[in-house]
């Protein structure tokens, strides 16, 4: 089993008012050191390995469902999953 831990985030050209909220309120909490926010998608997908290279599997997902790669950017690891 592979887990692949994804980091899904807008493109930097794209506004994020979601961010900006979040700094105004980390502000607001006396954080002034904070200099920008961008809020993103964390996701551990577990994933049983098949005949199909899994950086295909990944990417596939990436782009057809997890990430809208018009406004976002996406990168992942893949790692051996640790079964207890």
Known sequence: MMKVKI???LRE???DPQ???V???LHA???HEVQ???IGKYLEV??????????DVV???CEKLLANTVIEDYEYEVEEAVTT
């Open 7 to 9: 980091h899904v985030t």
């Open 13 to 15: 050209s794209v506004l």
């Open 19 to 21: 961010g900006t909220a």
């Open 23 to 25: 700094k105004s309120s």
């Open 29 to 31: 909490l006396n954080y």
């Open 36 to 38: 920008d926010v961008r």
């Open 46 to 55: 577990l994933i049983e390995p098949t005949e199909r290279p899994i950086d």
């Open 59 to 61: 990417k596939e997902m």
